[in-house]
């Protein structure tokens, strides 16, 4: 493996940690900063907060990353994080924290940037096995990242935040004097119309063939905020599981998907081409639902997690199909778009999937997990609609 994807999967597996410090302790710091005992509608907002900020700038930052280069977006973007971060740690009213989820949201090209740059750095063949362990670096952190926020929280309530801080920081070094830049040539100069965030939406939305791959985004997207949104409600409600068997039961999830997505995508797509790996993937994923809905007991979840290791190879199939669709002049804008149709799905999903969830959760808890394969069910005519030559998408190389 190149020093530069060392440096980008090193840089996304930090900065995974550094968002999930903040999970176990954030309720704690707002009933500490509002006064309130009640958070959850501060936790909204802030979710919500973030999320929209990225909808309207991933777009902005991946164009910007096609004219001035990869490096400099990353760098401006894990500078924001840091700053968010060292806020959050210092910040004694709700306000300040609020501006603080606003400047991460803004800045949160990472993923969209780094994907363009393993797009450029990487040759057709290998992109689906990269981004697999692009997708397993970022699982790792989230798995590290609440562990160690929660023991570093019992010390200090805002200890999490400077921790995450620092391996922001770390980050920004680590780019700034290692990381080279990976569009060396056909970078244009700035068109300030073309900051305009609806502007890259408009341009995908103008060439029809690749509305399908922007749903299928959209919809598995949405599908995954179920976990984070409902898990730990449903594992009490249904099995009565404490912190513990919650916790334990959401790491064997994560390594499960990790492992995964490190080893099995390259050769999932050599064997059954990009549109069965995902079909594959999400086939996984619904037969694994399908059984949390009905388990009556706590041991069943841990004996079906090898079947979610299936569902960890269609992402990162996505991921590489999407890569031919739209020439290298337009990677970082096209990953942007990405960006932004996982953002909306993250503001959307929640609450979706948290309403349903309260409507069922007295007379069926399990119930969630079938309405998240009704979902992924929805995207399997559309991955069926995907066209696989190149040249079918490159009938508009030009931004509107």
Known sequence: MNKPLIVIFTAIGLDAVGIGLIFPILPRLLKDVTHVHNVAPYIGIMTALYAVMQFIFAPV???????LGRRPVLLISLAGAAINYVVLAFAPQLWMLL???????????????????????????????????????????????????????????????????????????????VLPESRTKGREKVNFAALNPLRPLRWVFSMKNLRPVIFVFFLLSATGEAYGTCWALWGSDAFQWNGLWIGMSLGTFGVCQSLAQAVLPGPAVKLLGERGAILTGIAGACAALVVMAFAKQGWVIFAIMPVFVLAGIGTPALQSLATRLVDDSRQGQFQGVLASAVSFASIIGP??????????????????????????VLAVPLVLSLRFRTSAYHEVNHSP
């Open 99 to 177: 501006i603080g989820r606003a400047i991460a949201g803004l800045t949160s090209a990472n993923i969209s940037v780094a994907t363009a740059y393993i797009t450029d750095i990487s040759p057709e063949d290998k992109r689906a096995q990269r981004f697999g362990l692009f997708n397993a670096m970022f699982g790792i952190g989230f798995i590290i990242g609440p562990v160690l926020g929660g023991v570093l929280g019992d010390y200090w309530l805002r200890l999490p935040f400077i921790a995450a801080a620092a391996l922001n920081a770390g980050n920004l070094l680590l780019a700034l004097f």
């Open 61 to 67: 930052l991946g164009a910007l990353s096609d004219r």
């Open 351 to 376: 609450l979706a999937f948290s309403t349903f969830y309260f409507v069922v959760q007295k007379q069926w808890p399990g119930a969630i997990w079938l309405s998240v394969v009704v979902v992924q």
